[in-house]
């Protein structure tokens, strides 16, 4: 498909006792129609940043530093109004943030704050809205009058999860982004509601990112993954050959981390060390390099640029990728 969202050279900040530390950098990203781009990586890898981004909506005190991100048919959301981005959220960008399902309005029913979603989109007509909500709701796994009639008190957290996923999706945008959508199902409901969105996203010939800390998660689901890591997009490429052929040492070790992936829980090797936090993250050099098993002396001077390794699949490391090598059978991320 062809690029509906573009995201070039971002680079985002957050300001802690004066010093501005950059949370994302030089990331760029393109996701396609009809195609789910998943985007893993550990804890504090700069997911959520960069996803908040794609709706020009990072919190203070981080800001959007440097670069672009052009949306089809909206033009650069770096450049856009609080008041011009208002009207495209949920309209032609659909967000589910992370731990939505803790911030919705305690004191309306959720039938009255679609409503409201609706209105507030100038939507001409309420009652095909309310039936469209209850649909996707039914789709969901819940009982759509029910939960259209209730207060957020009154629905168990993945409840209000499945419900994000429906507002998300009730003004038929065209960019869908999870932030971790499915973090508070049971492993069964989690597949169930994954299959939903991977349906609706077909059906409607959406262009969704899904950011999750589980490469399990997505990994039968996305047809793309990006790899961040320190606040860099170290890998990106289509789903079943970054699988098998990882090209980033951070890709290979998240992999052989990863039970669901590797299909035997006691192949699984936990990665280790730890990820870098804002202010630790090393600013020359590779961001990866202190847990590196192929670092060489260049790691530490020269920061690895995302360049393409093969068709439609990048990398940032300075290791030949052969060095790399693939991922065997029993998972071995070594
Ligand atoms: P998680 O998997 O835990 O959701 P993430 O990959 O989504 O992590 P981000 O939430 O984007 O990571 O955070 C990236 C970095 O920015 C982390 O080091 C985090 O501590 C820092 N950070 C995030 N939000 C803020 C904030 N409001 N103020 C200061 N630092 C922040
Ligand atoms: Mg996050």
Redesign the pocket.
């Known amino acids: 498909g062809e690029a509906e969202v573009r995201v070039r050279d971002l680079r985002v900040h957050?300001r802690?006792n004066g010093t501005e530390y950059p949370?994302v950098a030089n990331a760029s990203l393109d996701l396609r129609r009809g195609e789910i781009t998943g985007l893993v990586?550990e804890?504090?890898?700069?997911?959520?940043?960069l996803a908040l981004s794609l709706m020009n909506a990072v919190?203070e005190?981080?800001r959007i530093a440097d670069g672009a991100i052009h949306v089809d048919g909206i033009g650069d959301v770096t450049t856009l109004s609080a008041k011009a981005m208002r009207e495209v959220r949920g309209s032609a960008l659909g967000y589910v943030f992370?731990a939505s399902q803790n911030s919705m309005n305690p004191l309306k029913t959720i039938g009255k704050q679609i409503l409201d979603l609706g209105r507030s989109h100038g939507v001409k007509d309420l009652p095909a809205l309310l039936s469209r909500a209850k649909q996707l709701a039914e789709r969901m796994g819940l009982d759509g009058n029910r939960v259209l009639d209730s207060y957020q008190h009154e629905l168990s957290g993945g409840m209000r999860q499945r419900l994000g996923i429906v507002f998300a999706l009730v003004l038929n945008a065209k960019v869908l982004i999870l932030d971790?959508p499915t973090t508070a199902l049971d492993v069964l409901s989690q597949s169930a509601v994954l299959k939903i969105i991977r349906q609706v996203h077909d059906e409607n010939n959406l262009s969704t990112l899904i950011v999750t800390?589980d490469m399990g998660v997505v990994s039968e689901l996305a047809d793309n993954l990006a790899v961040?890591y320190g606040g860099r997009i170290v890998e990106h490429g289509p789903t079943l050959d970054l699988l098998r052929n990882p090209t980033h040492p951070y890709t290979k070790a998240l992999i052989g981390a990863t039970a669901r992936i590797v299909g035997d829980p006691a192949a699984a090797r936990a990665l280790p060390g730890r990820p870098p936090?804002?202010t630790t993250i090393p600013r020359t050099g590779c961001v990866f390099r202190d847990r590196c098993v192929f670092k060489t002396d260049i790691c530490a001077e020269d920061e690895p640029q995302l360049a393409e390794h093969s068709a439609g699949h990048r990398r940032a490391c300075h290791a030949d990728a052969a060095v790399v090598g693939p991922t065997t059978s029993k998972g071995d991320a070594s």
């Open positions: 957050y802690i949370a990586g804890s504090g890898s700069g997911k959520s940043t919190p005190p981080g992370q971790e800390h961040m936090d804002l």
